[in-house]
């Protein structure tokens, strides 16, 4: 019988125009789903399901805040200024025990939609956290 190890959730990283930015924290909305239409031409009694066009929800990155690295910031500002910068984000998942690249999930021509800066309260001793949520054109599996 096979070997089976899964995969943990703490072992990824996100890589933004192939730069990684570290702390990023979650990664939430990788969900890609399809149109299914049915064909019921020709002489069969049962129809036949047919995919169709791939839809992709939109994912969020989010990520312990350091002041001095602002590259989500800047990336929404393009987008506050009229001007949407589109870039490509890689979500790395890495094996726990060697920390070898085991696959990635690519999404290409991402633009921001939003986004989060964590509410600020002086009695909460917590990590400020910073999220951007993005849309994208296409995605494929390396």
């Known amino acids: 019988m096979p070997e089976y190890y ?10 933004i125009d192939g730069t990684d930015y570290a702390n990023f924290i979650s990664v939430s909305g990788l969900v890609s789903s399809c149109e299914v239409t049915e064909d019921v031409g020709g002489l069969d009694k049962t129809g036949r399901k047919i995919a169709g066009k791939v839809k992709y929800d939109t994912v969020t990155l989010t990520r312990n805040c350091d002041p001095r690295s602002t590259v989500l910031k800047d990336w929404w500002k393009t987008v506050e200024k009229g001007s949407a910068e589109k870039r490509n ?12 690249e085991l696959s990635r999930r690519n999404l290409m ?8 800066l964590s509410d600020l309260n002086s009695m909460d001793n917590t990590p400020l956290q910073e999220s951007i949520t993005i849309a994208f054109d296409d995605a494929n599996w390396d």
């Open 6 to 15: 899964p995969s943990m959730k703490t072992n990824f990283k996100v890589e």
């Open 89 to 100: 984000v890689s979500v790395v998942f890495i094996d726990h025990t060697t920390g070898e």
């Open 109 to 116: 021509n991402c633009i921001p939609c939003s986004y989060y």
